[in-house]
């Protein structure tokens, strides 16, 4: 549906048990973007809005910002853009979102805006903004030049390594916050140190996240799915959805995904633990305490809606597709929309749907079976429904148990997790350099996770 400047609907009351606050991701161009990520299946989805300018407009943007702030009950708002490419929207765009901010905040409630982009844009003026307003700015990279440029492709399918960089060095000059997003993919998947490393000591990143990528198919949609999702002359195009059991070539492998972790991880506690802080690792070690800041691997999920440029709510930025579609924020105030029936019933199932394998694993109190996107592989059991990834999943949680537990008796003692790096270095020195590396990598220590100077595999 197109915008409308029909009057602002009253918000309504959360229902007991819903949440204080959410997070909702908005989409300012919907699925527009200046590159064309060969993995990048949102760019599909601009068959969902034929013939429309995919760009937020002003009374969208409005409607947005003053819905957001009047529906928190937390002091802590976050204004997350995504896209697409939402710097695509121009400065002026996001300068106008701070405005309305300021206008339409209660007292008390202070608000972290962030953006998601693949840097292409970001110069003095972005970065200046940036910094002013205390922006939070994820760039996405997926490691060293050659890694970042097999799937990250401009349209004529050249790597856009050096036009990232060309923004993360903006990004520097005015000491914006910025964290990185990485996926992990087919062909990083056996580097994780090295991607680690990189990101760590050549970008100086102190926060990342790392992202699996998961593209599903059908028979008759895998061969169309395999070429990519961009738009091209003559070429069939399908819009994605989260159907199929197949995944395309560009798929990290279901084990994959837990070994590149572990490795990192394996990296981290050596040298790094306080000191660099990754999304998973983070989350886990809170899961011990019962707390599931992540929705992927919380019990139940549906708090992470996707806002279009026209003011469509989805249940999730993983599944813009009609089905998901919960209606529009200019005739059914956000709130409303979240805590719908329909929008329940998403979250929930995430809980309901478990299979038998997942409810007697050992470690579903961590993983809770991961994000239902995931879930279309056959479990030990032949039961359908479960993660593609669980081989990885299980892996990741069974590997990282005991450093996890002695992290979280640290914290439980008001001791800082990083005094396990100690009791780390003490166990390598009574193993010796010519042990098995503890990564499982089936590579000597001194060889592996023992050689801090290299780069690794990679
Ligand atoms: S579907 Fe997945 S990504 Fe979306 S809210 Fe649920 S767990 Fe999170
Ligand atoms: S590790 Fe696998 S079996 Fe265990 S909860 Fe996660 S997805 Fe389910």
């Not at 969902?48 to 969208?60: F, G, Q, V």
Request: aromatic share 10%.
């Amino acid at each position: 549906m197109a915008d409308t400047d029909t009057p602002r609907p009253a918000p309504p009351t959360m229902p007991d048990g819903g949440p204080p606050g959410f997070h909702l991701l908005a989409k300012p161009t919907g699925a527009t973007c200046n590159i064309d990520c060969t993995y990048c299946f949102f760019l599909s989805k601009d068959a969902l809005y034929p013939n429309e300018k995919t760009r937020m407009s002003a009374a969208t943007l409005e409607a947005y910002i003053s819905q957001l702030l009047e529906s928190h009950r937390t002091p802590q708002v976050t204004v997350a853009w995504q896209g697409g490419e939402p710097t695509l929207m121009g400065l002026d765009f996001f300068r106008r979102s701070v405005e309305l901010v300021e206008q339409h905040r209660r007292p008390g409630q202070t608000v972290q805006h962030t953006i998601q982009t693949n840097g292409l844009l970001l110069d003095d003026d972005w970065c200046a903004f940036f910094k002013e307003r205390g922006f939070l700015v994820g760039l996405s990279v997926d490691g060293p030049r050659d890694l970042h440029d097999t799937y990250r492709v401009d349209r004529r399918g050249h790597g856009t390594f050096d036009l990232v960089m060309r923004g993360w060095q903006a990004l520097r000059r005015h000491a914006v916050d910025f964290n990185i997003l990485c996926t992990i993919n087919a062909a990083n998947q056996n580097h994780g140190r090295a991607v680690y490393r990189f990101l760590r000591d050549e970008l100086g990143a102190a926060w990342m996240q790392f992202i699996p990528i998961v593209e599903r198919a059908t028979e008759e949609t895998i061969a169309i799915a395999n070429r990519g999702w961009s738009e091209q002359a003559g070429r069939q195009r399908l819009l994605y959805t989260q159907t199929g059991n197949l995944v395309t070539e560009r798929t990290v492998g279901g084990e994959q995904y837990g070994r590149f972790l572990v490795d990192i991880f394996e990296e981290w506690i050596r040298h790094d633990v306080g000191r660099v802080y990754v999304q998973l690792f983070d989350v886990t070690l809170e899961a011990y305490f019962g707390r599931h800041l992540l929705c992927i691997h919380a019990p139940t999920c549906g708090y992470g809606p996707a806002l279009e440029h026209n003011g469509d709510m989805y249940a999730c930025d993983h599944f813009v597709e009609p089905r998901f579609r919960l209606g529009n924020i200019h005739e059914t105030h956000m709130l409303e929309l979240l805590a719908s029936p329909a929008q329940r019933a998403f979250g929930e199932d995430k809980r309901d749907s478990l299979t038998a394998q997942c409810q007697r694993c050992e470690v579903r109190p961590l993983c809770h079976g991961g994000c239902p996107k995931d879930r279309f592989a056959l479990s030990r059991d032949g039961d359908p429904g479960h993660n593609y990834l669980c081989a990885g999943l299980e892996l990741f949680f069974t590997h990282t148990r005991p450093a996890m537990q002695a992290m979280a008796r640290l914290l439980q003692q008001g001791r800082a997790p990083s005094e396990l790096t100690a009791a780390v270095a003490a166990e390598d020195a009574r193993r010796g350099p010519y042990a098995p590396c503890p990564c499982g990598s089936g590579k000597k220590f001194r060889f592996c996770h023992g050689n801090s100077a290299g780069a690794g595999s990679h």
